[in-house]
């Protein structure tokens, strides 16, 4: 009796915190709508200027930093158990590297202006073969969580030296491009962009749905496998998820680091380590932290757009190097 008791409590708290922190999005989400060197009712608009720069510029941005924050926050969640390393995050592991590193290229070498499509498919196809890697060397037994960190750290610098060579030979427009994939944004982004919600938003609600699945494979895959699980294919739906989550999150929004390290570590650390609530919570959470993150370089200094990868780096760097240290410590 006691026992379940506690189990009720603890999917009660659950349930209240899914809640609250939905409730905490939306609310969120209107203000950072509204804010700005012009403030704009969100229900009432007051003449055409208000309404363009709605329609056309903050709900976009919004929309795009929201969903772009929730995918990454759910896939740093799965990696972390898929990979079994809770420092795991597509930005520290190179797998966001690995997208960019294609988009790059593609806007290197491709003789046009690639499409939303075009950018998509690189950016995945670069996340799917740096997961792959990485994947890879976890299911070797001697690969340790501190060499898998460092060879995700390896490869994020690979990409990265790659990147600066395209900077080299780059020309003046091939250079803003890049610096824009580099340092991360979601300003600008148009509508027709957003297309690009038709793809990541099914996959982060199959997504968060596997967090029984993950649950199981926590306890091993013999056990996984004695209680039903197809560990094999679920560990492939995992990867190809993440990397079509990770991939278009680059294609939309450049490279972002750190969300899918902090939020679901956090989470974690404060909840527990029940995935069914954890993945969708991750998603919540990761929207509102990239939210609040955009809102605040549209409005830190006057006249000026700060990229959101800098603002989001400024604030996982601290907490990244506190939970190195309290790993080491553990």
């Known amino acids: 009796m006691l026992l379940n008791e506690l189990l009720y ?31 704009i009712l969100p229900w009432a608009p007051d003449g055409a200027l208000q309404q363009q720069l709605l329609m056309q510029l903050r709900i976009p941005r919004v929309l795009a930093a929201l969903i772009v924050g929730a995918a990454l926050a759910s896939s740093g969640a799965v990696l972390q158990v898929l990979l079994g390393n809770p420092l795991a995050e597509p930005g520290v592991l190179g797998i966001s590297g690995g997208a960019s590193l294609a988009v790059v290229l593609l ?7 690639p499409t939303p499509f075009l950018t998509m498919l690189a950016a995945m196809t670069g996340a799917l073969l740096f997961t792959l890697i990485l994947v890879g060397f976890s299911r070797r037994q001697k690969v340790s969580m501190a060499r898998l960190l460092l060879i995700g750290v ?34 600008g982004v148009s509508w027709g962009q957003l297309s690009l919600l038709f793809v990541i938003v099914p996959v982060l609600v199959v997504l968060c749905m596997q967090g029984k699945s993950l649950d199981v494979m926590m306890l091993g895959d013999v056990a996984a496998r004695q209680l039903g699980v197809d560990v094999r294919r679920i560990r492939w739906l995992l990867i190809l998820m993440v990397s079509l ?39 919540i ?20 757009d700060l990229p959101i990868g800098v603002v989001t780096t400024s604030l996982g760097a601290p907490v990244f190097i506190w939970m190195l240290m309290r790993s080491q410590l553990d």
């Open 107 to 113: 806007l290197f070498l491709a003789p046009i202006t």
């Open 9 to 39: 409590r603890q999917q009660q708290r659950w349930r209240t915190c899914l809640i609250v922190s939905s409730l905490l999005l939306v609310a969120i989400c209107v203000f950072a709508v509204a804010v700005g060197e012009i403030w």
């Open 154 to 187: 390896a490869l994020g610098i690979f990409s990265g030296a790659v990147v600066t060579w395209a900077f080299y030979f780059s020309d003046d427009l091939s250079m803003r491009q890049l610096m824009y994939w580099l340092m991360g944004s979601v300003g």
């Open 245 to 283: 989550l990770v991939g278009c999150s680059v294609a939309l929004a450049g490279v972002i680091g750190f969300v899918g390290l902090v939020v679901p570590h956090l989470l974690r650390l404060q909840f527990g380590t029940e995935n069914r609530y954890l993945l969708p919570l991750s998603a």
């Open 285 to 304: 959470c990761g929207g509102i932290l990239l939210v609040l993150a955009d809102t605040l370089s549209r409005v830190l200094l006057a006249d000026a």
